[in-house]
């Protein structure tokens, strides 16, 4: 079975500035999704990013890009320009490329706080 | 918007006493989830229905029950809710064969036992 880590319980960052977060995952397999989802405070849980494994590109949305290796099984989310409504619960997410309910594995989460 | 609803916000009842949350969607996904989230903690599956094929997961207690009347509605029935049993509850949708599509969420219903 397919495992996620994020060894970070908990980060801050200053207002502006940049941060990564880290994930680790373990599976046999070969092609499947990552995700990085976010969960403020008493809010509704979003996609921030997600990337194919097939791709050698890694992903970027606007502020959010990821630090994707393959080999080493790690898949790590930089926040650029940090703000304010940057802070909250983030959890990295593994699928694999099935048909049959498609599944999400999460991480443990890490909790993100920015500061003013 | 086409969105994920979950009714109520907030649950509160009694230890041993039978509850229901319940989840509809307007997305027209054929994959719904039932996920417990305890504080601090990553999202648990409890279950999924693809259509009507129900998917329980093998650590899933038995007091956890789900229905699912139709595509855009899903209910998760607690049938003697323990003090254990008090945390989030999210449910989700997705469409099957799109894994590269994320999963919608709903804002969850958080569950208190007295």
């Known amino acids: 079975a397919q495992t996620v880590t994020q060894s970070q319980p908990e980060m801050s960052v200053q207002e502006a500035e940049t941060v990564t977060l880290s994930c680790t995952y373990d599976t046999s397999e070969n092609n499947y999704y990552l995700f990085w989802y976010k969960q403020p405070p008493s809010r509704q849980m979003i996609l921030v990013i997600r990337?194919?494994?097939?791709?050698?590109q890694n992903a970027t949305e606007n502020r959010f890009s990821v630090n994707f290796q393959k080999a080493a099984k790690s898949f790590s989310l930089k926040i650029s320009d940090s703000q304010l409504g940057d802070t909250a619960m983030y959890f990295c997410?593994?699928?694999?490329?099935?048909?049959?309910?498609?599944?999400?594995?999460f991480g443990e989460g890490t909790q993100l706080t920015v500061n003013p | 918007d086409a969105m994920v609803i979950q009714n109520p916000r907030y649950q509160v009842t009694q230890f041993g006493k039978p509850v229901t949350l319940s989840c509809s969607q307007t997305l027209n996904h054929n994959v719904m989830y039932w996920y417990q989230q305890k504080s601090s903690q990553a999202p648990k599956l409890l279950f999924h229905?693809?259509?009507?094929?129900?998917?329980n997961e093998a650590d899933t207690p038995d007091n956890f029950q789900s229905r699912r009347p139709n595509t855009s509605f899903c209910f998760l029935d607690i049938r003697s809710p323990g003090l254990g049993d008090a945390a989030m509850y999210l449910c989700?949708?997705?469409?099957?064969?799109?894994?590269?599509?994320?999963?919608?969420f709903g804002d969850g219903t958080r569950l208190s036992i007295l």
């Open positions: 989700a949708t997705s469409r099957l064969g799109q894994p590269y599509q994320p999963q919608h």
């Open positions: 990337q194919e494994a097939y791709k050698q």
């Open positions: 229905y693809y259509d009507k094929d129900f998917n």
């Open positions: 997410a593994f699928r694999f490329k099935e048909t049959s309910g498609s599944r999400l594995t």
